[in-house]
């Protein structure tokens, strides 16, 4: 059965934060940005925002009540700026008004004195000068330096990874209601409620008991709300205190793309080295990461990048050293995989300039390094199985790999203007939180006197359906029929300190916490129902629908609920999830930071056209390891969806910023995104092997799969090399049509 809000979603009807009824006397507000991208800030002139008819106020830092600071794995993060800017776009002061456009007319009215101060915007000119976050951070394994001497094929190289912007459907949005107590109601379009809860207590000096966060569903999320939904939250948060009126702020998209922090460039060094038979011996790399001007989780994203720098292969001697580098541009923030597809790509793309080198084909060096069981990671733990060869040799064998590299050479060798190329990408993906304290969870369970249930839990559903998977496991559990089941929207009010829906978690841990507090419900119930049914209590079932017991005697579950209602049992649980046997110490850099790792291999086939200088993605077929899935349909879609969106990452999707630091492509006219005519035919099979330590052996499908994505850039590449031997340059993404044409070409 379908999760009611999917057919809502596919009709049009759900609602979202944006959609929610006014209430009466709301007012609306927008930020005043910096024109600068690093300045100081010599005083604001509010008369000309003032004298904007609908305009009712102009708030500043002067008029946050309690702290200016919305940083959470670090201080320091203003929430409006204070003497400085250093971001063309950064909120110095906030329009209220009695419309939406009135808002947004006044805060472009709105004038400041600025004294420019000097800028950076790359990565390595910004690790030059110090500009860093935090001290650069390195992980290792084995003796690199020694194991040069034994190699005999040693490439390196440099790549240049480009931004992406997330495009979720769904702008920042947030509605803030004050309450007669003083407290207040935030309806928020967050990944994270209680990251929002933590920072509206901040700037406003409410406890926290005063606030409560609610989020309905996101119009998607991508990890662009993860972090940076907290400011617009806030925002609002603060206008309702200050004025006592409701108080909503939407971006349009113009100012939603140029405003947000996007996907981290990344610039890399890299170094590979090869013995005699073609093992890797030696992995080498320096990541510089493009934070932008503020923290906010790039660290952790640096981090995660450090955990997959050796994807799904067997890397005996790695150092890798990662930093966090500080410029003027809109904070970087969370984007699918966290880091981890831009230091995947380095390692992918050294590979393929090692075969180039030896002149074989990149994926027989690929399928003979690939992990085996016991292989170490640079962070303490092993490979616990052979799945990625598994799924390699799945993906040769069901998609015909060798046949597709030999229709391939055949095409090539046909000539025209057209050019093929075929790349594998496999994939290894650690799942927790790799902050340790992160991975827990808490589910409210209610069961109502008719039968019904209802269950809360912190996991935000952003498009991925992870409100369908707990409510599918909550019904397994209680052995209902899943219609008698609702999950209800995420309130900080009825479950606290959520972690955000992230790190492909989500149903992982308040699937489990639901079903815990599930077992609960059962635990009181068992009793009661033996009794009704004369068996002891272990011999009761509890499926279809109802309690049974082995000779078919059953009572149905309304009149079970009814009897324990009169009996006085209770039917409403609180439980508790934290992810055992987790631990990783920083400083060493080892430890179990993963509860386990989700792997997979793609096989991606393109075309270019050598004369238009055009490429497309014509297939990607995949193996993924999903364990045993609770909806197959549901993970084809995350897998589906996750390879889309890396495609575009990589192929049309260009960030660009002028030399002031201000967003170029800040519409969707120029910023391309993947339609559906981009989308190439995909082709799943799901690897649904049993023990997986997911939610009742599930696996988590949310990120992973972007980085099959990766295969478009080398699939392009290897079309572009089919035509003409390329240059060993600079590997740079995305492989837009120009730089295809350019490339090609020589021009
Ligand atoms: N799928 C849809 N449709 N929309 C989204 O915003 N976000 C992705 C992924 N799949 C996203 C999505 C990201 S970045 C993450 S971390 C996971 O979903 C989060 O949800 P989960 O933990 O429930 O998988
Ligand atoms: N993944 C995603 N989001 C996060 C993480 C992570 O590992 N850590 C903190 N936020
Ligand atoms: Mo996902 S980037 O962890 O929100």
């Not at 939180?433 to 808490?442: D, G, H, I, S, Y």
């Not at 009794?531 to 309690?547: G, I, M, N, Q, S």
């Not at 045993?628 to 910023?657: C, F, K, N």
């Amino acid at each position: 059965m379908t999760y009611p809000p999917l057919a809502l979603l596919a009709r049009g009807e759900a609602c979202f934060t944006g959609d929610l009824p006014l209430p009466p006397g709301t007012l609306h507000a927008m930020v005043a940005t910096s024109p600068q991208a690093h300045a100081r800030l010599n005083g604001i002139d509010r008369s000309a925002a003032l004298a904007e008819p609908g305009v009712v106020a102009v708030l500043t830092a002067a008029d946050i009540p309690g702290t200016n600071d919305i940083g959470n794995l670090f201080r320091g993060e203003p929430l409006l700026a204070v003497e400085e800017v250093h971001c063309v776009g950064e909120p110095y002061a906030l329009v209220v008004a009695d419309s939406a456009d009135a808002a947004w007319r006044g805060a472009r009215e709105l004038r400041a004195d600025w004294q420019p101060l000097p800028t950076i915007f790359d990565a390595r000119a910004a690790y030059a000068a110090g500009q860093l976050i935090q001290p650069p951070r390195t992980f290792a394994l084995g003796d690199v330096d020694a194991a040069w001497a034994s190699c005999t094929t040693v490439v390196s190289g440099r790549v240049e990874l480009g931004s992406a912007e997330h495009v979720y459907m769904e702008t920042q949005c947030a509605l803030a209601i004050p309450r007669d107590d003083g407290g207040l109601k935030i309806h928020s379009a967050t990944q994270s409620p209680s990251g929002v809860h933590k920072a509206v207590a901040a700037i406003s000096g409410l406890p926290m008991h005063l606030i409560e966060v609610e989020v309905e569903r996101l119009g998607g999320g991508f990890g662009g709300k993860e972090e940076q939904a907290t400011p617009w939250a806030c925002l609002a948060a603060l206008a309702a205190l200050r004025l006592r009126r409701p108080v909503r702020l939407q971006l349009d998209r113009p100012d939603d793309m140029r405003l947000t922090g996007k996907r981290h460039p990344y610039s890399a060094d890299y170094r590979l080295g090869l013995d005699a038979q073609g093992n890797f011996l030696a992995y080498e790399a320096t990541l510089y990461q493009n934070a932008g001007c503020t923290a906010d989780l790039s660290t952790a994203i640096l981090e995660r990048s450090l955990f997959h720098a050796t994807n799904a292969y067997r890397l005996p001697n790695v150092r890798v050293t990662a930093a966090s580098c500080r410029t003027n541009l809109p904070s970087n923030t969370a984007f699918r995989g966290f880091g981890a597809p831009q230091a995947i790509f380095v390692l992918e793309a050294a590979i393929r300039r090692a075969a180039r080198q030896l002149g074989i084909a990149p994926e027989s060096l690929q399928r003979q390094n690939l992990l085996r069981t016991g292989d170490a990671f640079p962070y303490g733990m092993t490979a616990a199985d052979d799945r990625a060869t598994a799924c390699w040799d799945e993906l040769s064998s069901h998609f015909d790999l060798a046949g597709r590299q030999q229709a391939v050479a055949q095409f090539n060798a046909s000539g025209g203007p057209l050019r093929k190329g075929l790349t594998v990408v496999p994939v290894c993906f650690g799942i927790s939180f790799t902050a340790t304290l992160l991975n827990q969870a808490e589910a409210l369970l209610h069961v109502y006197a008719d039968g019904s249930v209802s269950i809360t839990t912190g996991a935000v559903d952003m498009g991925q359906g992870v409100q369908h998977r707990i409510r599918r496991v909550v019904a397994l559990t209680l052995g209902v029929d899943e219609a008698r089941v609702h999950v209800a929207s995420t309130s900080t009010r009825s479950v606290a300190n959520v972690s955000p829906t992230a790190a492909s978690t989500g149903a992982d841990l308040n699937g489990e916490a639901a079903r815990q507090a599930a077992l609960r419900i059962l635990a009181g119930l068992r009793p009661l129902a033996a009794e009704l049914l004369a068996c002891p209590p272990a011999a009761v079932v509890f499926a279809h629908d109802a309690a049974t017991q082995a000779d078919g005697r059953r009572i149905a579950w309304p009149e079970l609920i009814v009897a324990a209602y009169a009996r006085r049992v209770p039917l409403s649980a609180l439980a508790h999830y934290a992810t055992p046997g987790l631990h990783f110490d920083p400083s060493a850099n080892q430890g179990r930071p993963f509860a386990y790792h989700v792997m997979g291999a793609a096989l991606v086939e393109a075309t270019v056209d050598v004369l238009r200088g055009t490429g497309r993605i014509d297939r990607v077929a995949v193996v993924h390891d999903v364990g045993l899935s609770l909806d197959p349909t549901l993970d084809r879609g995350q897998i589906e969806g996750a390879i889309v969106q890396g495609i575009g990452w990589m192929t049309s999707e260009e960030i660009l910023y002028d030399e002031n630091g201000r967003l170029l492509t800040d519409t969707l006219a120029s910023y391309k995104i993947p339609d559906l005519y981009d989308a190439p035919a995909i082709d799943i099979r799901l690897r649904q092997d049993a023990g997986a330590a997911g939610l009742l052996g599930s696996k988590a499908v949310g990120e992973p799969p972007l980085i099959y994505g990766l295969g478009a850039y080398f699939a392009l590449r290897a079309a572009m090399a089919a035509w003409r031997p390329l240059p060993d340059e600079v590997q740079q993404t995305p492989l837009t049509a120009e730089r295809i044409f350019t490339q090609l070409h020589d021009l």
